[in-house]
């Protein structure tokens, strides 16, 4: 079985943290009485737009020795991967991360750069020589629907880390946007616990050897 989550977020502020107020208006000159014309000057704001989240998803690898499917499971229970929720031993293991960083100068939560990784876990096997055509395909069957179920765990990082730049757009204060990027992070991590329980860690989408 697979579908371990581990997430971890990060909030750091490249700037000075405070909120970005409109400048001070500067008040008429009332020296001089006297004006031959009046000019005015057009103010425009620059809005910031969005950046998109910096993601990277990357598969390692531990190895398992068998011939049979017997030894086979064997090896896999001595691999030592453990769902960091609810300690679960699994076959196969997703950790996300997700971190933040805001622009410098005074704070501006558009100018929010977000960054995602995720980390998929999962056995390998190479067949021995004369190795039984049918434990070969049922470990590529089994390699197979566990990693569509690992990706699906991958695809919570990247669903969350897109999401997070609207999520705090709006926020008023470094304290608001990080308040509203924890909520986010909370969800999603619910929705990874909501996979496994659904799905019995994949065991229901075929991840069983």
């Known amino acids: ?8 977020a990060t909030s750091t502020d490249q700037g000075s943290g405070a909120v970005a107020r409109p400048a001070a208006e500067t008040p008429p000159s009332t020296s001089s009485p006297v004006a031959t014309a009046t000019s005015t000057v057009a103010r425009t704001t620059t809005t910031l737009a969005l950046k998109p ?14 011939r049979t499917v017997e030894e086979l499971r064997q090896a896999l229970e001595r691999n ?18 997700i971190s933040w960083t805001y622009g410098p100068g005074r704070f501006d939560p558009r100018s929010v750069q977000v ?10 096997w190479t067949p021995p ?8 395909a049922r470990w590529s069957r089994f390699v197979d629907a566990l ?10 990082m990247r669903r969350c880390s897109s999401a ?6 709006s926020a008023t204060s470094r304290a608001d946007a990080d308040g509203r990027a924890d909520a986010l992070l909370a969800e999603c991590n619910q929705q990874d616990i909501d996979l496994d329980v659904s799905t019995d860690h994949g065991a229901k989408e075929g ?3």
Not at 87 to 96: C, N, P
Not at 129 to 136: I, Q
């Open 53 to 66: 989240p910096v993601q990277e998803v990357k598969v390692v690898y531990y190895d398992v020795s068998g």
């Open 80 to 97: 030592g991967l453990v769902d960091t929720v609810d300690r679960t031993r699994v076959d196969a293991l997703t950790e996300w991360y």
């Open 1 to 8: 079985m697979g579908g371990a989550v581990l997430l971890a």
């Open 115 to 124: 960054t995602g990784t995720a980390t998929i876990t999962m056995p390998r």
């Open 129 to 136: 020589p004369g190795a039984s055509e049918r434990v070969v």
């Open 164 to 169: 997070l730049p609207s999520r705090v757009e």
């Open 207 to 209: 991840v069983i050897l």
């Open 147 to 156: 990693q569509k179920h690992e990706d699906k765990h991958a695809d919570t």
